[in-house]
Nanobody, 124 residues
Framework: QVQLVESGGGLVQTGGSLRLSCAAS????????MGWFRQAPGKEREFVGR????????VFATAVKGRFTISRDNAKNTVYLQMSSLKPEDTAVYYC?????????????????WGQGTQVTVSS
């Protein structure tokens, strides 16, 4: 089992940048693919992106492609979501999630463990 704790959320202006971190407990972090999701008020949770166990493969949702990147440091049990050129529509609670799938997709049912989320607000 793994426990996930996100941090780094906050208020940023349109066009700004923010980096979210997700720290994982346990000694098997490198055995999980990691994903980021977000949920805006009144909307369903949606896929943002994910990174493979070794960090060499990333996939992003169309809405964030070219603006967001994901990286991980397996030695530090941490995954990062770097967000740039932020837009008001990026406002949401952002969650990281761990998956035992080798290359999980966009379905949140493929992720086994979730963090509590961190709020990102982009002002116009």
């Amino acid at each position: 089992q793994v426990q996930l704790v996100e941090s780094g959320g906050g208020l940023v202006q349109t066009g700004g940048s923010l980096r979210l971190s997700c720290a994982a407990s346990g000694r098997t972090f490198s055995s999980y693919a990691m994903g980021w999701f977000r949920q805006a008020p009144g909307k369903e949770r949606e896929f943002v992106g994910r990174i493979s166990r070794s960090g060499d493969i990333t996939v992003f949702a169309t809405a964030v492609k070219g603006r967001f990147t994901i990286s991980r440091d397996n030695a530090k049990n941490t995954v990062y979501l770097q967000m740039s050129s932020l837009k008001p529509e990026d406002t949401a609670v952002y969650y990281c999630a761990a998956s035992t799938y080798f290359l999980p997709g966009q379905d949140n049912r493929e992720y086994d463990y979730w963090g509590q989320g961190t709020q990102v607000t982009v002002s116009s």
